[in-house]
């Protein structure tokens, strides 16, 4: 007998929930047979949905939640909705019933629930969110990308194993390349945190794969496999790259429309433009992980469709076919990190940095 792999879907989550959830889980459920999925929400609204995506009805049960969290809910909020669609997912994979999460709902409510439900590995000082993007290389992995504004050496050093991990799991990489990013790639440069942890890896078992500092521009050039970097600065390079792909797409629109000319030079150069929009389609990149945590729990993009969320749970499942939790604590139990509280004086090495050695 196959095995099978249970995820848990808020299927109430998204601008467009439940239509495109249960679309998604039918193109999901074709792609992953051995995928089981636990549905969360309204039950006459799936059950209905279910009938004419059959496929999906077949790999699914539906469990009925009473409330669904709205986008503009507060966490704190959020917190205090024990019967909703995402609760009751996330309680899911708490008890053991799934072995993830997948929802396009809140942000900010599924960070805050995973985290007080779930609770983070053991080891793991903070929970990190990752996600992968493209760039001239390949696909690449950058994290944190908001979970937390400020970090110290340790999360630094963790987020590296995270992405260590994560890359080989989902990207397939065997020796997955990490950079710290920072103003300037010279080891001078960035402040004493940054040079610490730094020094940390170096001295690590990921030592051999650690690049050292890269810069803003070497994210979409591919310079590391992995980007490590805190989550306010994660955020904005973010939203930046986010920004500047819709620039450029609008650009080209108004480039290709200006002029009869234009739309014929468009008509001939439409077979790359297409090959071009394909391989920067955000639903490629949909599914943004929180890592660390006691389970998978996957964020979809809110406003996508139904491809983008099927590709929200094709990351879940190479996560949990792959135990990619077994290996986060396997490459913990490699690296020792300092805990709360001990600074560049509680154990010097050579005159500065926290200890932080690689377990041998």
């Known amino acids: 007998m196959s095995e099978h792999f249970t995820l848990a879907v808020d299927a ?74 995402m609760r009751l997912a996330i309680d899911a994979v708490a008890s053991g019933e799934a072995m993830g999460v997948v929802s396009a709902g809140n942000t900010g409510a599924l960070m805050a629930l995973a985290k007080i439900v779930l609770k983070t590995l053991p080891g793991i000082d903070r929970p990190a969110m990752a996600a992968i993007g493209p760039s001239a290389r390949g ?48 080891e001078m440069k960035g402040d004493e945190q940054l040079r610490q942890a730094a020094d940390a890896l170096r001295e690590s078992y990921l030592g051999p794969q650690f690049h050292g500092f890269v810069e803003g521009h070497d994210i ?19 939203k930046t790259a986010e920004g500047a792909l819709k620039l450029v797409g609008g650009l080209l629109r108004q480039v290709f429309s200006s ?44 406003g996508t469709d139904a491809a983008g969320f099927a590709h929200a749970i094709d990351v879940a499942m190479d996560m949990v076919v792959h135990h990619f939790n077994d290996r986060m604590r396997e490459g913990l139990g490699r690296i020792v990190v300092p805990q709360p509280g001990v600074g560049p004086t509680d154990g010097p090495r050579n005159g500065h940095g926290p200890r932080l050695a690689a377990a041998r």
């Not at 669904?68 to 909705?81: E, N, V, Y």
């Not at 391989?279 to 993009?301: C, E, I, Q, T």
Request: net charge positive.
């Open 259 to 302: 002029s009869l000319s234009a739309r014929l030079g468009y008509l001939l150069a439409r077979p790359g433009l297409d090959r071009l929009r394909e391989w920067l389609d955000p639903r490629r990149y949909n599914g943004a992980v929180m890592l660390g945590l006691n389970g998978v729990v996957v964020k979809s993009h809110g």
């Open 220 to 238: 979409a050039a591919g310079t590391t496999d992995v980007i490590v970097t805190d989550g306010f600065t994660g955020n904005v390079a973010l």
């Open 139 to 186: 696909d690449v992995v950058m994290l944190d990308l908001g979970a937390n504004v400020a970090c110290d050496v340790r999360n630094l050093v963790e987020f590296a194993v995270m992405g260590d991990v994560f890359a080989r799991t989902v990207l397939g990489l065997p020796q997955p390349t990490i950079g710290l990013l920072n103003v300037g790639a010279e």
């Open 12 to 85: 109430m989550g998204g601008d467009r929930a439940p239509d495109i959830v249960i679309a998604g889980v039918s193109l999901a459920a074709e792609r992953h047979p051995a995928a089981r999925f636990l549905l969360f929400g309204d039950e006459a609204r799936l059950t209905a949905l279910l009938r004419r995506h059959r496929r999906a009805a077949s790999h699914s049960v539906v469990r009925h939640a009473p409330e669904a969290i709205p986008g503009d809910m507060k966490p704190t909020a959020a917190l205090r909705l024990r019967g909703a669609s």
